[in-house]
């Protein structure tokens, strides 16, 4: 069984809409779009590539292949997001967490898995090799090896190199640019990410790694800014202090004092190497491009030692190695790689130096032949470490001399052995002598790891067990098992031919150089193409016999391919091989003639596609951009529409309908994966939740055309629904580049060549999906009211979806009958801890759950604290704050909205407790209520800003208790205690009545307190009205109406209490933010409170009405309320018509209709039942045919 497991192991919360929406990451950086001039950027570097004569000779292109690499990832832009890989590798890790979370919550939980499929298995190749970057022995045992690919991680051997592992698969980075021992502690190892390459290359590091268990585990420490590293040296006498080079971004010298965990940078020109002495650790060298400079303090300054007067040029250097004599420390070498030989090529100086490196000498002038173009990749230089005499220096061979560079010679000679290399691969890249014996000499080319026992006379391959070929392109047999064929990064074209129950890791090489496409030749597989850079040559190999044929491609030479050219045979005449250049070329007779299919747009073909369904269809992906179809055998050509204008990876065609075909892309604009369905003339995206991250390959299974597998720069994805949701597809895979994707059909096996990881395959025979919920992921915090999309997949018919509140003790349902594989459904204002989705296959029963997550509401309430004193009653004049204080005759004012200082005023002539303040503008006065604790014993004062009383206002007739005052457009606004309470609106100057509203009907809330007109009605602050919710404070707007009602309640929602408990209530009438309406509050204790509603309403609240409106339809009373499913309404209506009486959640969106059609004039009576609402506020709108409205609060409870 295929088990998909975590990447991570901590703890991931609010991740609910990851797999829904994916991360767009902010990136610093910005890239410029230029379409045109990365075109013709990439045009004229591949010119200069196919012009230069050196090709003849290597059949390996360095350049070329770093900027095809760089090209197409930042196609339309001139570079690559910084730390987009980054968030793609983030983001496939949470996608790895949250599914593996889901196969455990489902029915299957022991042993569950998406796929009923075995995990990746590595098939090789184990014998070829791929770039190695850095090396290092463990001092104390030898045969404890690390090696750092290019491309493809940490490897350990512990025996000496017989055999290889590495625990590095699911890092960040497989990336490698430098490895360092302590010397103190062997145990402790440092990794340096990202290849000290000097062209674009995309693949750049995640920063510094350590382990302490000698390589078993890795932490991720610092310096992720960094591209990449050249050289890691861990202090000899204190190890706690370590050196790094880097270069690429943010590169130069950098130094802890902390074993990893902070870095100062003393030089910020890019660092090529680091030498440092092994007597004392504190000299040191650094190398530049042009330039070396010598430290004494341990890297804190710097002095360079090049230049005018000290012997050595560094003129048009772009690249110095050097290296520092363990035996003599004055004895210093250093290689200069510099520009200015013909063609094209480098010049290579080697100079030493008797005094430490202030002063140097040319040792020998190196023919142009010793880097080639290459002398910013392939250059290394070491010292023995018993014989400052011994050196040896790298290019693309490796030279020695014996005393002390007099004289050099060569000790690989890879060219006159070529091919094969039966000494060593060409282009060097790190030698390392052993610690216990110098004669044995460890060093890693672009072929792998090789190694001399004999002080560099003689060489032997290593690494036979180490899978890290960079592949670009792949085939499979389909005529015969377990045959797969691909072509490399410097190790040629490849095949594994012997297996009969699996795939050999033993690989047959099929021709050198650079490889690219292969196709297997389907009228007789003994026979397989391959190729080199730009199409230029083609060869048809006999993988029984070894021979091998170069095609005539003389008629192709006008028109050369991409770097990595389509090759395809035809998968229905299987006779015809294909070649897309700017132009599709075929040939029918194995090359002995080509015939022209012009294809339209500008730009080389990066992919093509051959229909298996007929010979007909055909199609043609173009680097610079734009996708175009054939379906009359390539006579004519169309362009395809709705594809975005991104380098193009992969075309498909679907195995099962002929009418569908699939295209990817690279880049990092969120658009990667299409999907036609009319033969290619239209296109629909299908990336949906992918990271954004380049995808480069694209396969569907044959036995199931609705699972497709892609592979992308972070790994292997599947989607279970043709593309509507996908999944990490990682067991056993690393997270790697995945270049190429075949299905061989007979064994129903997904293989997958990787860009240095070699080659991966599984089986995808009968696969037993499992159902999982994806979203809302367990541990994640929904914040609400809001709607959320639940999505599930392995469920082939129709679902039911539920929620439960209570961790799975009761079930509400959500659907009774869901298609596809997603429901949008919202949930109302609600906080809970142990929330869950269940998903239950109607026709099968097959049941899948969610883990636990929360839901949570945003607090709409800030304490502000005391402020010196216990505040009471307030009110807001001309952008103050005025709060009287609790038995005391001081007042205070406060600026908004600080309220950082107050100022104190004394009222004079009156006395008792100020229970609530209203400010009248008209009048520059306020107006105080005092009364006893419970509101008896009313009286309403006049006092002006110095707090001088100025006369009392009579109360109206009958009127004993006042719990609130304030002034509206109409007058003073007063209010009797409780919820059958009577509002009375009186002449602030006489005290006459105005207008009288009330009883006060159908309220939540016996305990009301203060009253703040807000402009649209007057708000009351009611500590309980909900008891036993999740949120019982509420503010309730009472519209100026007869019947008085309340028009509104919002929830006052704290982070870290339930309840407020009112005393004083003021509405900010100065707050410009027509957004958001502001209140300021007080409570028992005397601290100050500001509340904070959203929008020109508060949530979930209807508008208020007015009287005439009121009159007309009316809401009486809810019973119960709260209420659980069932319930019963009482309303009225004063003339006959059409009604609806609706549930509307807190967030504004329609629940339940309860009621739609005709009814009498009068009062009704209505019962409910809401079944499978989640529990929460909701509010009930009754609404008539003339657009009148009354609403009234609701709390649903589960």
Do not use: C
């Not at 045109?36 to 590539?49: F, L, P, V």
């Not at 932490?219 to 800014?225: C, F, G, K, S, V």
């Not at 190999?541 to 003389?554: C, D, E, I, K, Y």
């Amino acid at each position: 069984m295929m088990v998909i497991a975590p990447l991570l192991q901590r703890s991931v919360v609010l991740l609910a809409f990851l797999f829904t929406l994916g991360l767009r990451p902010l990136l610093a950086q910005q890239p410029v779009y230029d379409p045109e001039g990365q075109a013709e950027r990439i045009k004229k570097i591949y010119e200069e590539s196919r012009n230069d004569p050196n090709r003849d000779v290597i059949n390996e292109d360095v350049r070329g292949r770093d900027e095809w690499f760089f090209y197409q990832r930042a196609y339309p832009f001139d570079r690559i997001p910084a730390n987009g890989r980054g968030m793609a590798v983030q983001q496939t890790r949470i996608m790895q967490e949250q599914l593996q979370q889901a196969l455990q919550n489902g029915a299957a939980k022991k042993g569950a898995t998406l796929l009923g499929a075995k995990q990746w298995e590595e098939i090789g190749p184990y014998n070829v090799g791929g770039r190695i970057r850095a090396i290092a022995v463990n001092p104390l045992n030898t045969d404890i090896i690390f090696i750092g690919a290019a491309a493809g991680g940490v490897w350990r051997s512990t025996d000496g190199g017989a055999n290889w592992s590495s625990t590095f698969d699911q890092q960040g980075s497989l990336a490698m640019g430098a490895i360092a021992i302590s010397p103190a502690n062997p145990q402790i190892v440092y990794v340096g990410t990202g290849e000290n390459t000097p062209h674009p290359m995309s693949l750049t590091g995640e920063g510094l790694f350590k382990s302490t268990d000698g390589g078993e585990t890795w932490q991720q420490l610092a310096l992720t800014q960094v591209g990449a590293f050249s050289k890691l040296y861990v202090h000899r006498q204190r190890p706690n202090i370590i050196y790094a080079a880097t270069t690429r971004s943010n590169g130069g010298f950098y130094k802890s004092v902390d074993a990893g965990v902070t870095w100062t940078r003393t030089l910020s020109s890019d660092a090529y190497d680091l030498t440092v002495s092994p007597t004392n650790s504190d000299v040191l060298l650094v190398s530049t491009t042009n330039s070396i400079h010598r430290s004494t303090d341990g890297g804190e300054t710097f002095t360079r030692v090049s230049g005018t007067g000290s012997g050595f040029d560094g003129t048009n250097g772009n690249r110095i190695s050097i290296a520092m004599s363990a035996s003599n420390n004055n004895r210093v070498y250093a290689l200069i790689s510099r520009t200015g030989g013909s063609q094209g090529n480098n010049l290579a100086d080697a100079y030493y130096s008797i005094d430490g490196g202030v002063t140097w000498k040319l040792s020998k002038k190196f023919g142009e032949s010793f880097f080639r173009t290459q002398g910013n990749y392939n250059n290394a230089i070491e010292v023995h470490p018993t014989n400052p005499d011994i050196v040896i220096a790298l290019g693309i061979d490796a030279w020695r001399t014996t005393n002390g560079g007099v004289a050099w010679e060569n000790r690989t000679n890879v060219y006159t052995q070529y091919p094969p290399f039966s000494v060593a691969h060409p282009d060097h890249h790190v030698i390392v002598f052993d610690p216990k014996n110098p004669d044995i000499l460890h060093i890693g080319s672009d072929g792998g790891y090789y190694r001399s026992v004999d002080g560099a006379n003689n060489w032997s391959r290593i690494g036979n067990k180490l899978p890290i070929t960079q592949f670009y392109a792949m085939d499979v047999d389909q005529n015969r098992n377990y045959r797969a064929y691909g072509g490399t990064q410097d190790n040629g074209s490849n095949g594994t031919v012997a297996g009969t129950s699996g795939f050999s890791k033993t690989w047959n090489d099929l021709s050198g150089g650079d490889g690219f496409w292969v196709a297997v030749d389907k009228s007789n597989s003994n026979l397989v193409y391959t190729e080199i850079y730009y199409g230029q040559r083609i060869y048809r190999v006999n993988v029984t016999t070894g021979a091998t044929s170069q095609l005539n491609v003389s008629a192709l030479q006008n028109d050369p391919g991409d770097w990595s050219t389509p090759l395809m045979m035809s998968p229905t005449d299987q006779v015809t091989l294909y070649s897309a250049r700017r132009d599709l070329w075929r040939t029918s007779n194995r090359g002995s003639s080509w015939q022209n299919l012009d294809v339209p747009g500008n730009g080389t073909a990066s992919t093509m596609a051959l229909s298996p369904h007929d010979g007909e269809q055909m199609m043609v992906g173009k680097g610079s951009g734009g996708v175009y179809f054939s379906v009359d055998d390539g006579a004519t050509w169309t362009a395809s529409k709705g594809l975005p204008n991104l380098y193009v990876t992969d075309l498909v065609y679907d195995p099962v309908n002929p009418a569908r075909v699939y295209a990817t892309f690279s880049g990092y604009s969120n658009r990667h994966v299409y999907r036609s369905d009319d033969k290619g003339a239209n296109f629909v995206e299908i990336t949906n939740n992918l990271p954004n991250i380049p995808v480069n390959a694209i396969e569907v299974d044959p036995a199931n055309n609705g699972h497709l597998f892609v592979g992308t720069d972070v790994g292997m994805f599947v989607s279970l629904d043709t593309g509507a949701t996908w999944f990490p597809f990682n067991e056993g895979f690393p997270l790697t580049v995945v270049n190429d994707l075949r299905i061989h059909q007979a064994t129903h096996t997904l293989v997958a060549a990787t860009f240095g990881r070699s080659m991966f395959a599984i089986n995808i025979d009968n696969p037993d999906v499992q159902g999982i919920v994806i979203n809302p992921a367990g541990g994640a915090v929904i914040e609400t009211p809001d709607t959320v999309e639940i999505r599930w997949a392995g469920f082939e018919s129709e679902v039911k979806v539920l929620i439960s509140y209570d961790g799975g003790r009761t079930w509400d349902t959500l659907s009774q009958r869901a298609s596809g594989s997603s429901l949008s459904t919202p949930l109302p204002m609600a906080r809970a801890t142990n929330v869950k989705i269940k998903v239950v296959e109607i026709s099968s029963g097959r049941t899948a759950e969610s883990g636990s997550f929360s839901l949570t509401a945003p607090a709409n309430t800030q304490s502000l604290n005391q402020r010196g004193f216990v505040a009471t009653a307030l009110t807001v004049r001309n952008g103050y704050l005025w709060a009287a204080s609790r038995s005391s005759d001081t007042l205070y004012f406060m600026k908004l909205p600080s309220i950082l200082t107050k100022t104190p005023i004394v009222r004079t002539g009156f006395s008792g407790e100020i229970r609530d303040l209203a400010y009248d503008a008209a009048t520059d006065q306020f107006i105080a209520l005092v009364a006893n604790g419970d509101y008896t014993n009313p009286g309403i004062w006049r006092m002006d800003t110095t707090g001088t009383a100025l006369g009392q206002i009579p109360l109206p007739e009958g009127v004993t208790a006042i719990s609130g005052i304030d002034m509206t457009p109409q007058g003073l606004a007063l209010i009797t205690p409780g919820n059958q309470a009577t509002l009375y609106v009186v002449n602030p100057s006489s005290g006459s009545v105005v207008a009288q509203y009330g009883q006060l009907e159908g309220a939540n809330g016996q305990d009301r307190r203060s009253l703040a007109w807000d402009g649209q009605g007057l708000m009351q602050g009611i500590p309980e009205a909900v008891v036993g919710s999740q949120f019982p404070t509420q503010l309730q707007r009472l519209g100026l109406n007869d019947p008085l009602t309340v028009t509104e309640a919002t929830p006052v929602i704290l982070n870290n209490q339930l309840n407020l408990e009112f005393v004083g209530l003021a509405w900010d009438n100065g707050n410009s933010n027509a957004e958001k309406r502001i209140f300021y509050a007080t409570d028992t204790n005397g601290a100050i409170y500001r509340l904070t509603l959203q929008g020109g309403t508060a949530i979930g609240a209807a508008p208020a009405t007015g009287a005439t409106e009121a009159a007309t339809v009316a809401i009486g009373t809810v019973t119960p309320n709260p209420f659980r499913e069932e319930g019963n309404i009482s309303f009225s209506v004063r003339n006959a018509g059409d009604i609806q009486l609706e549930l509307w959640s807190a967030d504004g969106r329609r629940a339940a209709t309860l009621f739609s059609g005709w009814v009498e004039a009068g009062t009704r009576n209505l019962s409910f039942n809401v079944h499978g609402l989640a529990g929460g506020i909701y509010y009930v709108a009754l609404s008539d045919a003339n657009g009148h409205r009354a609403v009234r609060p609701v709390v649903l409870m589960r």
